[in-house]
């Protein structure tokens, strides 16, 4: 199949102009010039560990890096006591030392649906200065090669990037539409996992019995799976079948109200419903979990209760979809005017012909509709979670107004809005989402042994998510002044030591000289500088 917008529908059609995630950029990534590392030691002093595993907070500890590794955490005192220098590792001659005494230590954060946008050093210093240090790459549309070259250059630290965990999408590379049979299927993932494939990346469409042999033959190679079960497939393969199949990770949501029907076979859609129309698709998607069956009801139980035995993983990006229930907030969110580019702000602004720009006519029903959607979806979250299936972190960012680095951070906050308490959420953004990689031996929690991926930030995230963000929190000071506080102070990634400040400095330079060129500001879409004028056509 070869894959264009057009062959994969309104799902990724693009305005021209406008980044492409999913597919590398044209122009490759510049060599890193950024970061400092890898040291032969490195003693980070002082701080409190959050170490993802869910454990609380421990401080202070030190802990040593040597190259790529995390050598030791030593535990060197007790708060608020003074520390005593013998119990502290020593450091040697050409050791570098930081001192984060009263910082924050966490494993890197893992996002689980990252396009590789483009350019590429944009996207991926928003990224690293918000923490993310490990990205999985959902379609890989330029293909295996392009992708694993990229993979490559970022665990060799060419490039300024997270690490890069590559899926194929299913059918890449073929002329031949659909797959002809299940052992055609089989053929094609035989020939992925020989190109090198990590993952396999569906966008269900194929024929249930094409889709079961796919996972089934990804499933004996040892490769890993995951699956947009798109709306208008759902009624033939749900969220239990895909898992009964043996796939790993379920992304978005669709296919789990399906899976919870009862009192109908379908979902229920209007008679004039039409799914390539993006704003009656995102609006009705907004109307589905209503028809499910409700909290707590013996079908509720069952469904969750078989999908967290089957460890079926989710990445939820109830970030993608805040903007469907509070518009308004998210096209405003205080960083676009900086850290948005104008291209990507395009990509945003309502277009019939473009994916996830729906808003044609975006009423205060639907955005109540998406508020009770979103009730209904995060009490499922929270109930698997509880029941011990696993939640990941994941950002979809590069649509509706859905901004790297920053949409990471808000999924954060909506998992807590879900119910997570702060641990739980760390421990998704990190061990849960290395877990799901099958990579939980090397990333995901501070130990001994697993490679320097690091976050360092001067306030507590368990009292405040919102330090994580690149514009940090707003706080009242002594003197009764606003001022901003925290933002990562650090990310370290495999080794290489960045100063997440200067990033997003590189970051709004970046974005001015695009506007500068282009000579306007990101205004909401119809609206002019001048308010007294006509709005425009």
């Given at each position: 199949?070869?894959?264009?917008?057009?062959?994969?529908?309104?799902?990724?059609?693009?305005?021209?102009?406008?980044?492409?995630?999913?597919?590398?950029?044209?122009?490759?990534?510049?060599?890193?010039?950024?970061g400092?590392?890898?040291?032969?030691?490195?003693?980070?002093?002082?701080?409190?560990?959050?170490?993802?595993?869910?454990?609380?907070?421990?401080?202070?500890?030190?802990?040593?890096?040597a190259?790529?590794?995390?050598?030791?955490?030593?535990?060197?005192?007790?708060?608020?006591?003074?520390?005593?220098?013998?119990?502290?590792?020593?450091?040697?001659?050409?050791?570098?030392?930081?001192?984060?005494?009263?910082?924050?230590?966490?494993?890197?954060?893992?996002?689980?649906?990252?396009?590789?946008?483009?350019?590429?050093?944009?996207?991926?210093k928003?990224?690293?200065?918000h923490?993310?240090?490990?990205?999985?790459?959902?379609?890989?549309?330029?293909?295996?090669?392009?992708?694993?070259?990229?993979?490559?250059?970022?665990?060799?630290?060419?490039?300024?990037?997270?690490r890069?965990?590559?899926?194929?999408?299913?059918?890449?590379?073929?002329?031949?539409?659909?797959?002809?049979?299940?052992?055609?299927?089989?053929?094609?993932?035989?020939?992925?996992?020989?190109?090198?494939?990590?993952?396999?990346?569906?966008?269900?469409?194929?024929?249930?019995?094409?889709?079961a042999?796919?996972?089934?033959?990804?499933?004996?190679?040892?490769?890993?799976?995951?699956?947009?079960?798109?709306?208008?497939?759902?009624?033939?393969?749900?969220?239990?079948?895909?898992?009964?199949?043996?796939?790993?990770?379920?992304?978005?949501?669709?296919?789990?109200?399906?899976?919870?029907?009862?009192?109908?076979?379908?979902?229920?859609?209007?008679?004039?419903?039409?799914?390539?129309?993006?704003?009656?698709?995102?609006?009705?998607a907004?109307?589905?979990?209503?028809?499910?069956?409700?909290?707590?009801?013996?079908?509720?139980?069952?469904?969750?209760?078989?999908?967290?035995?089957?460890?079926?993983?989710?990445?939820?990006?109830?970030?993608?979809?805040?903007?469907?229930?509070?518009?308004?907030?998210?096209?405003?969110?205080?960083?676009?005017?900086?850290?948005?580019?104008?291209?990507?702000?395009?990509?945003?602004?309502?277009?019939?012909?473009a994916?996830?720009?729906?808003?044609?006519?975006?009423?205060?029903?639907?955005?109540?509709?998406?508020?009770?959607?979103?009730?209904?979806?995060?009490t499922?979250?929270?109930?698997?979670?509880?029941?011990g299936?696993?939640?990941?972190?994941?950002?979809?960012?590069?649509?509706?107004?859905?901004?790297?680095?920053?949409?990471?951070?808000?999924?954060?906050?909506?998992?807590?809005?879900?119910?997570?308490?702060?641990?739980?959420v760390?421990?998704?953004?990190?061990?849960?989402?290395?877990?799901?990689?099958?990579?939980?031996?090397?990333?995901?929690?501070v130990?001994?042994?697993?490679?320097?991926?690091?976050?360092?930030?001067?306030?507590?995230?368990?009292?405040?998510?919102?330090?994580?963000?690149?514009?940090?929190?707003?706080?009242?000071?002594?003197?009764?002044?606003?001022?901003?506080?925290?933002?990562?102070?650090?990310?370290l990634?495999?080794?290489?030591?960045?100063?997440?400040?200067?990033l997003?400095?590189?970051?709004?330079?970046?974005?001015?000289?695009?506007?500068?060129?282009?000579?306007?500001?990101?205004?909401?879409?119809?609206?002019?500088?001048?308010?007294?004028?006509?709005?425009?056509?």
């Amino acid at each position: 199949m070869r894959l264009t917008p057009l062959l994969l529908g309104a799902w990724l059609v693009l305005l021209p102009a406008s980044p492409s995630p999913g597919a590398p950029p044209d122009a490759g990534p510049a060599p890193r010039a950024e970061g400092e590392g890898p040291f032969h030691r490195l003693i980070l002093r002082g701080a409190t560990l959050i170490d993802g595993t869910g454990a609380p907070p421990i401080g202070p500890v030190d802990i040593v890096i040597a190259g790529n590794r995390i050598a030791s955490v030593e535990s060197v005192g007790n708060p608020g006591a003074p520390i005593d220098p013998e119990a502290r590792p020593k450091a040697a001659a050409g050791d570098r030392e930081l001192d984060l005494a009263g910082m924050y230590v966490l494993p890197g954060f893992i996002d689980l649906y990252g396009h590789l946008g483009e350019p590429l050093d944009y996207v991926a210093k928003l990224w690293l200065a918000h923490g993310v240090t490990t990205v999985r790459e959902p379609l890989c549309l330029g293909g295996m090669k392009a992708c694993l070259e990229l993979k490559g250059k970022s665990d060799r630290n060419e490039i300024a990037a997270p690490r890069i965990e590559p899926y194929l999408y299913f059918g890449q590379g073929r002329d031949e539409v659909p797959f002809r049979d299940a052992g055609d299927a089989r053929k094609w993932i035989a020939e992925a996992a020989r190109q090198g494939a990590p993952g396999i990346g569906f966008w269900q469409g194929e024929r249930p019995d094409v889709l079961a042999a796919a996972l089934d033959e990804a499933g004996r190679r040892g490769l890993r799976t995951a699956c947009h079960l798109a709306p208008k497939y759902a009624a033939r393969v749900d969220a239990l079948d895909v898992a009964r199949w043996g796939l790993g990770l379920l992304e978005h949501w669709y296919g789990v109200p399906e899976a919870l029907l009862t009192d109908r076979a379908l979902l229920d859609y209007p008679p004039d419903y039409n799914d390539s129309d993006e704003q009656q698709r995102f609006a009705q998607a907004g109307r589905l979990w209503r028809q499910a069956a409700p909290p707590g009801s013996a079908r509720w139980n069952a469904v969750i209760d078989e999908l967290a035995g089957r460890r079926l993983a989710m990445v939820p990006t109830l970030v993608l979809y805040e903007a469907p229930r509070d518009l308004m907030r998210v096209s405003r969110a205080e960083w676009h005017e900086q850290y948005t580019l104008p291209s990507l702000w395009d990509a945003f602004t309502p277009n019939r012909a473009a994916h996830a720009a729906p808003w044609f006519y975006w009423t205060t029903e639907d955005e109540v509709a998406w508020r009770d959607n979103y009730r209904l979806w995060m009490t499922f979250l929270n109930d698997y979670k509880n029941r011990g299936g696993r939640v990941a972190v994941g950002s979809d960012s590069g649509f509706m107004y859905n901004l790297y680095g920053f949409g990471y951070v808000r999924e954060m906050e909506l998992l807590r809005e879900a119910g997570f308490q702060p641990l739980e959420v760390i421990r998704a953004a990190t061990l849960v989402g290395a877990e799901a990689l099958g990579r939980g031996a090397e990333l995901g929690t501070v130990e001994p042994g697993k490679l320097a991926d690091l976050v360092i930030v001067a306030e507590n995230p368990l009292q405040n998510l919102k330090v994580l963000y690149g514009t940090g929190a707003l706080k009242l000071d002594r003197d009764n002044r606003p001022v901003r506080v925290g933002g990562v102070r650090y990310t370290l990634k495999n080794g290489i030591l960045y100063d997440a400040k200067q990033l997003l400095a590189d970051v709004r330079k970046m974005v001015a000289a695009a506007k500068a060129k282009d000579g306007r500001r990101l205004l909401p879409p119809g609206m002019t500088e001048d308010p007294a004028a006509p709005p425009r056509p």
